[in-house]
């Protein structure tokens, strides 16, 4: 999905592995908001796996999820991700 979210063009990034269980159940909380988001694989692409890294003091942590607003999420629960899709 790659839908804007805010209709600037600005989306939501979701960096995720296919193996992760994290990843699955926010992926599904997404889309069971009907919130659409880009996603991206950080296994099979240096650049995001690089940002994540970043992004996380260094760790390679899954999901991580970057809003348009600049906000990020690192391996929400289910709870905490709700709490920022509502404000969106």
Request: without cysteine; charged residues 10%; positive net charge.
């Given at each position: 999905m790659s839908n804007s979210v805010n209709g600037n063009g600005a989306q939501i990034k979701m960096y995720t592995t296919g193996w992760c269980p994290d990843c699955?159940?926010?992926k599904s909380v997404m889309r069971g908001?009907?919130?659409d988001f880009e996603e991206i694989d950080i296994e099979g692409d240096e650049d995001a796996r690089e940002l994540v890294q970043k992004?996380?003091?260094?760790?390679?942590?899954?999901?991580t999820?970057?809003?348009p607003d600049g906000d990020v999420l690192t391996e929400p629960s289910t709870t905490a991700l709700m709490a920022k899709l509502s404000k969106l």
């Open positions: 699955w159940r926010a908001n009907g919130v992004l996380n003091k260094g760790n390679m942590s899954v999901p999820i970057v809003f």
